[in-house]
Structures are given as structure tokens and as C-alpha cells.
Nanobody
């Protein structure tokens, strides 16, 4: 059974940090590029970051560049999203997704598997 599970969300003060994890099982995790997305209430889901299968390429959206870093540990079937300097505009449900497609950072419609998401709240 294919599963992607996010963890690490929670409540943090502005300027604080969180590290999200995305763990996969039931598929060949290291053959899949991984994307991170977020969706705030009443808003469209938006792409945040992506990472290639072998951790040698990654990309983050301009809105989080310099604050968020994506990495992976294929031995643990896990991708991480390190979020620093969190801002009031960052709260959302953060989800990860896996893609076996030819692009290592594909469009949202090209992801094969999705996790349920983890809530990130930024508040003082």
C-alpha cells in the first residue's frame, strides 16, 4: 500500500523554525522526485519546493527562498522541509507529493502520490 505521511507541523512564533518530514512507503521512494505544497484556507494549493531523486537538485519558490530548504535521505525514505524565519504569511496545511515523471520538478498535475498534510501555524 502506497503511503506518504507528513509530520512536524505545529504552532511556532514569528521568526521561529520547524522541520517537516515526508516519509514514503509502499513504492520505490528513491525513484521519485518529491514536491512540497501548501494550502491556506480559502486559497489555492501552491507549490513551495521540489527535490530530485538523488538530492542533487532542488528548487524553492521565491516566496520562501533563503528561508526554506528541502533535502532528502533515501536510506530513510524521507524528505525534509526545513523552515526558518517563519512569517505570518506561511501558515497553511503543508503536503508532500511524489512523482515518477521525467521532470524532477513537475507541474502539480504530474504528481502520482500525495500525503494528507500537516498544519503549520505561525502566531505570537
Amino acid at each position: 500500500q502506497v503511503q506518504l505521511a507528513e509530520s512536524g507541523g505545529g504552532l511556532v512564533q514569528p521568526g521561529g523554525s520547524l522541520r517537516l518530514s515526508c516519509s514514503g512507503s509502499g513504492f520505490e521512494f528513491d525513484y521519485y522526485s518529491i514536491g512540497w505544497f501548501r494550502q491556506a484556507p480559502g486559497q489555492e494549493r501552491e507549490w513551495v519546493a521540489c527535490i530530485s531523486t538523488s538530492d542533487d537538485s532542488s528548487h524553492t519558490d521565491d516566496s520562501v527562498k533563503g528561508r526554506f530548504t528541502v533535502s532528502r535521505d533515501n536510506a530513510k525514505n524521507t524528505v525534509y522541509l526545513q523552515m526558518n524565519s517563519l512569517k505570518p504569511g506561511d501558515p497553511a496545511v503543508y503536503s508532500c507529493a511524489a512523482s515518477r515523471g521525467s521532470s524532477w520538478c513537475p507541474a502539480i498535475v504530474d504528481y502520482d502520490y500525495w500525503g494528507q498534510g500537516t498544519q503549520v501555524t505561525v502566531s505570537s
